[in-house]
């Protein structure tokens, strides 16, 4: 889909954001959008995937329980704080 010729749209962006792009020397605002719109849509399926599986994990398996839960928080919040990860 990518370098296909679309329809024409407007996006409000951010001024420090468009000159951002452009000190990085993005001179085509357009391809910026769609390339951040096309993963946006991607991460947009990956996570209706995980919905899925996880809601067919819990009708076979049933719920997890709350101590397990709160364990796995735990761990995201550790690992989001890790080095490496951007905070959210």
């Given at each position: 889909?990518?370098?296909?010729?679309?329809?024409?749209?407007?996006p409000t962006a951010d001024e420090e954001l468009v000159d951002l792009a452009h000190a990085f020397g993005e001179q085509k605002?357009?391809?910026?959008?769609?390339?951040?719109?096309?993963e946006h849509v991607e991460r947009l399926g990956r996570l209706a995937t995980l919905r899925h599986l996880l809601d067919r994990w819990e009708a076979q398996a049933g719920p997890v329980p709350p101590e397990v839960q709160a364990d796995a928080a735990a761990a995201f919040d550790e690992a989001e704080d890790g080095p490496g990860m951007a905070a959210g």
């Open positions: 889909m990518t370098g296909q010729r679309g329809r024409r749209h407007l605002l357009s391809v910026v959008v769609n390339t951040a719109l096309a």
